[in-house]
Structure formats: structure tokens, C-alpha cells
């Protein structure tokens, strides 16, 4: 089956085993909400790291989409077809 | 990195803006340190369970990017665990999400393995599991004044948890809100403000809406608790119906700090600022000040502390431990923390140059 590729920044790769890259099967689109719910029944901890117990993504965690950042798009939303990356990436913040 | 004597019998947790870092002592002049651990996360709350014969060391961790959790470590800091779904996470039907955890509260010897947490937004949590699981108080997060509260520079949060360790009554003090007590165990909450001040509204004696800053119980008389508010530090010895001015005496009235003696009666610390506007030690001048006579006298306690000091120390960031005599500990913005063996008499510098410090606490290890 075709598979969508989640890239983690080395910073939460310990929360996924230390995967860098993580896959998920997928006949046809998926939103990028159901692709975190499929990370978080894995890997809960890293779940919890990137959206809060609303669901809503964390303010400074970054999801990118074909290069667009999903806030941009649809959101959690934001469809992903099969062959797609998924980026997840820190927000330039902090001090 | 210093690895931590295993004998060490005392234990000092300091909680800064990038990180946590374990001191461990024999005898509390000199320190062997480890850290930062959770290094880029702040800890604002840091809670010592030394109940049924172990040391727990439950820390709140807030990353700017990755959220706030909860973890403990049950060997002195070597190993953590942190629950998969959260220690602390709100319900579904309530539609918050946890901010930060701004205070973990282990209750008395005689309730084992409960555990409180105030936390942000405005909440009080109770765990009977030793801190893994906590759930929300639901009197308090459905009280009808909660659309009344207001949030704090710092954030809207409940900071302040005094649990009786011979009954039912518990106190929790918010910013801002004030004092709320329960009398039933957390069950039922009533705001208890009444003689505290909050010159900031337009009722300068509102039933509720006052900025107490931190509130600590007196561990040898019932009833006693003291307030240190934002301008005013108070005592109230009828369980909060009524609290009366201690603050004659000291140089300023503002301040973050109110700590208790474990046994002594009449025994408080607070480290006064200058004023609302300008949060420095009164001069640039940095003290300690202590009650021996429930606030009705103060005495200035600077020796060892510098003779210039320009950082304020934060509501958390100052403990007591339980040793005869009593310790006591407080870090500064500027991330410098103190320590005293003589219950303020004399300070000596344990930690310099660290980040912001958020929370102190400190400890004698069980089993030592």
C-alpha cells in the first residue's frame, strides 16, 4: 500500500524510537488530523508534543504540507494524498 | 556533571526557565550538582514526595514549543517517567488546555500517595497515585465566580495550595482571584478574602478578585495562615474568615514569598521588593525577613546575601526544608540561589549564573 512519510525534527525523534521517519499506509488522502491521531495511538507521548487535549496543534509546532505550512491550508484538515511528506517542524520562538 | 552521592541526605531542586538542577548534600554547605535536566524546558513547580519511606521528585516542565507535562523520577533525578497520556490533562467537555503547572503539592503523612497541582488556567488538581494521575477538582472549575477571575502578569493560575494535614479544609490561593477555601476536602469552594486588600479595583474590599501572590499555613496552630499579597502580607487566625496587616515592620509590603517554619509556631519568612512598579530588593538591597511572633515583629536577615541585588525572587522560588534547624532556600531572576542552615542567620551562594530561577524546593531524602 502507498504510504505518506512523516519527518520529525531531531528534537522528537526520541518520542518515536528514535525515527527520524515515519510512516503511514494510505489508499487515498487523509487529513493531517488523522495522521497525528495514528502518531499519538503510537507514540502518545510525542501525540501530547505536538497538539494539546483539545486536538488544536501547538502554537509554535509547525506542520508542513507540499511545502505550505497546514494553517495556511485547511489546518488539521489539510488533506494528504498517498507519496506526500508531512513535515514537522519548531517555530523560530523563544529566548 | 557531578554524579549525585547516593547517601546524600539532603536534597535541593532548583527550577529555572531553561531547566531543572538537582543539589545533593550531607550537610548543607556543600552541594554536588546535576543537570540541566529537561534542559530548554522551564519548571515552575517542582514537588518532593518523601512520604512512605521514598524520594519522589514530581517537576511541572513547560516547553515553549512542546507544551506542558508533568514527570517524576523516584532515583534522585537519574531516570524519569512521564505518563503517556499526561499526568494532568484536561476532560473533554471542558474544552481547556492545560498551560502550565504552576504548583505540586504532596499532601500529609497520613494520606499516602495524594498529590495536589495548581495549574493554569485557574485549576486544582488531586492525584491519589503518587502524582501520575491527577484529576481536576470540578468544584472549583465550575465555581460561578470563575468568568470573574482575572489572570496575572504571569498568567491566570491557581499558585497556591495549603491542604490541613489533620482534615478536610483546604485553601487555594489564585492570581487573581484570592483565597478560596473548601471545607470539605475540595468538594465545595467560598472565597475568603475578607481584610485583604486589592487596591487595584474600583472596591478596594471586593469578596473576591484580590492578587494574593502566596499563602502558607502555620504548621503548630490550627486556623493560622499567612498571605503574602501583592502590596500587603496578612495573617488570618480563624481559617480565613478574617485576615489582619502583619506588614508593619517591613521595609516594603510587596513581594512574592511566603514561607512557613515545619514545626515552630510564629515562624514565617518573606523577601520583600521594593513596589508594584519597581520589583527590586528595597535600596537594591537583598533580605530576608523573619517573624518569630506570627508578624508581629520582623527581623532583616542579609548576612552572606550581596550587598547589591537588582533580581526579584519569584512566589516559588523559596523553600524550607524540614531539618533542625530549619533550611532555608531561595533563587533570584538572575539566577543565583541561596541557602541557609540556620533559618536565615546566615546565607551562603550555592548556585550562580543559571537561567531565571522559577521554583526552589528542598527536602531531607528519605531513607538517608
Redesign the interface.
Known amino acids: 500500500m502507498p504510504e505518506i512519510s512523516i519527518l520529525l525534527p531531531s528534537v522528537?525523534q526520541p518520542l518515536a524510537g528514535g525515527q527520524s521517519v515515519l510512516t503511514a499506509p494510505a489508499d487515498g488522502p487523509v487529513t493531517v488530523a488523522s495522521l497525528l491521531d495514528a502518531v499519538a495511538a503510537e507514540y502518545?507521548?510525542l501525540g501530547?508534543?505536538?497538539r494539546?487535549?483539545?486536538g488544536?496543534l501547538?502554537r509554535?509546532?509547525n506542520v508542513y504540507v507540499g511545502g505550505d505550512e497546514v494553517r495556511r491550508l485547511q489546518g488539521l484538515d489539510t488533506r494528504v494524498s498517498p507519496g506526500q511528506e508531512v513535515l514537522v517542524i519548531?517555530?523560530v520562538?523563544?529566548g | 556533571m557531578v554524579r549525585m552521592a547516593t547517601a546524600a541526605k539532603h536534597l535541593l531542586a532548583i527550577g529555572t526557565k531553561k531547566g531543572l538542577w538537582l543539589a545533593t548534600s550531607q550537610d548543607r554547605q556543600e552541594w554536588s550538582f546535576t543537570g540541566p535536566h529537561f534542559f530548554m524546558a522551564e519548571i515552575p513547580s517542582i514537588g518532593i514526595d518523601t512520604r512512605e519511606g521514598r524520594t519522589r521528585i514530581l517537576v511541572g516542565v513547560r516547553s515553549p514549543h512542546w507544551g506542558p507535562t508533568v514527570a517524576h523520577s523516584d532515583d534522585l533525578g537519574e531516570t524519569w517517567t512521564e505518563p503517556d497520556q499526561g499526568a494532568i490533562t484536561f476532560p473533554e467537555d471542558t474544552g481547556a488546555a492545560l498551560e502550565r503547572v504552576w504548583q505540586i503539592y504532596p499532601d500529609a503523612e497520613s494520606r499516602p500517595g495524594v498529590v495536589w497541582a495548581g495549574a493554569e488556567p485557574i485549576s486544582v488538581w488531586k492525584s491519589t497515585d503518587g502524582g501520575e494521575h491527577f484529576e481536576l477538582n470540578r468544584g472549583l472549575w465550575d465555581h460561578p465566580h470563575r468568568s470573574e477571575w482575572g489572570a496575572g502578569y504571569g498568567g491566570a493560575a491557581a499558585h497556591s495550595i495549603v491542604v490541613d494535614p489533620a482534615g478536610e479544609t483546604v485553601h487555594v490561593a489564585m492570581s487573581t482571584g484570592g483565597v478560596y477555601r473548601s471545607l470539605d476536602g475540595g468538594t465545595s469552594w467560598e472565597a475568603r478574602n475578607k481584610g485583604i486588600s486589592a487596591y487595584f479595583m474600583p472596591d478596594p474590599n471586593p469578596e473576591f478578585g484580590q492578587c494574593v501572590h502566596k499563602i502558607a499555613a502555620d504548621s503548630a496552630v490550627a486556623g493560622r495562615l499567612y498571605a503574602q499579597n501583592h502590596h500587603g502580607v496578612y495573617r488570618t487566625d480563624d481559617n480565613a474568615e478574617n485576615w489582619k496587616s502583619i506588614a508593619e515592620g517591613l521595609p516594603a509590603d510587596f513581594g512574592f514569598v511566603m514561607l512557613t517554619h515545619p514545626r515552630r509556631e510564629g515562624t514565617a519568612w518573606v523577601v520583600p521588593l521594593k513596589a508594584d512598579g519597581e520589583r527590586i530588593p528595597p535600596d537594591g538591597k537583598l533580605a530576608v525577613h523573619r517573624t518569630d511572633d506570627a508578624g508581629n515583629s520582623w527581623k532583616r536577615l542579609s548576612t552572606g546575601l550581596p550587598e547589591r541585588e537588582y533580581n526579584s525572587v519569584l512566589r516559588d522560588a523559596a523553600s524550607v526544608d524540614t531539618a533542625e534547624p530549619a533550611g532555608v532556600y531561595f533563587g533570584t531572576r538572575g539566577g543565583t540561589v541561596y541557602a541557609s542552615a540556620d533559618e536565615g542567620e546566615t546565607f551562603t551562594e550555592v548556585a550562580s549564573h543559571l537561567p531565571d530561577v522559577l521554583c526552589v524546593r528542598a527536602a531531607m531524602v528519605a531513607g538517608a
Open positions: 522528537l502518545a507521548v501530547r508534543r505536538l494539546d487535549e483539545t488544536a501547538r509554535f509546532v519548531q517555530s520562538a523563544g
